[in-house]
């Protein structure tokens, strides 16, 4: 096929229309995490955090796997985040200190280096032959049932550990309170 001969498609087609929906979902989840990167108090970075790990489960969700989206909610939104909170309510609060800036060349030279990586990915995006893989497998829930009590159940079952060291440690520190 003549390379000419390829057009990009409309925007109000189905192709234009998923990338639309993937760059909103990009742009979520960037703009979570520069609020979680940029903000000055606790309450407003573990929000930025929410909106970015949102924003990555609609990316898993827009790759066609719905079970790992719900999982990204429910593991992250719903117990790291919340236990982030849970952390910063606990805390003692401590006087604000403010940290001068680093020196005249701190702004340009970040700048600089995350305009070259930007400029660096583009080019790599657009010059690259995206080619569409066929599905290994469906994704069903099923499935990854299956393989996580077969196959990686060794994984599972440290996982369920971890999870319940985290919660017993939450539950201590929730006892405790502010002054123990």
Known sequence: MNPS???????????????IVFLIMVAITVTGGLIACNSERLVRAVAGLIVCFVGVAGLY????????????????????AVTISFAIMLAAPEEQKKVGSGGPLVGPFGFATSALLTGSLSVLVIKTDWKSFEKINSGTIKEIGLNLLTSYSMVFELVSIVLLIAILGALVIARAGREG
Request: glycine share 8%.
């Open 5 to 19: 001969m390829i057009t990009s498609p409309a925007i109000f087609s189905v192709d234009g229309m998923v990338g």
């Open 61 to 80: 969700y827009f790759l066609n796997s719905p079970f790992v989206a719900m999982m990204q909610i429910l593991i992250y939104v719903g117990a790291v």
